[in-house]
């Protein structure tokens, strides 16, 4: 698993230890995509801000938020 992708589950509940089962651990999905999509909108907005590449990352970024309802 990716370390930022794992970094993130964690945060919504997930444990990487395969070795240890919980069968009340919890897993909050909606949270995880939540994490993933502003992710991805903060890769949008705060990289290569001088290259001409910039404008359409700004204007994918508005689709994205359109898309999903949200705003970062």
């Known amino acids: 698993m990716n370390e930022q992708i794992k970094l993130l589950a964690e945060q919504c509940g997930f444990r990487s230890n395969p070795d240890v089962y919980d069968r009340n651990q919890s897993f909050d999905i909606p949270k995880f995509a939540e994490l993933i999509l502003q992710e991805c909108l903060n890769q949008c ?19 994205i938020e359109k898309h999903f309802g949200v705003k970062v």
């Open 45 to 63: 907005y705060n990289r290569g801000m001088n290259d001409e590449l910039y404008e359409g990352q700004l204007k994918a970024a508005s689709y």
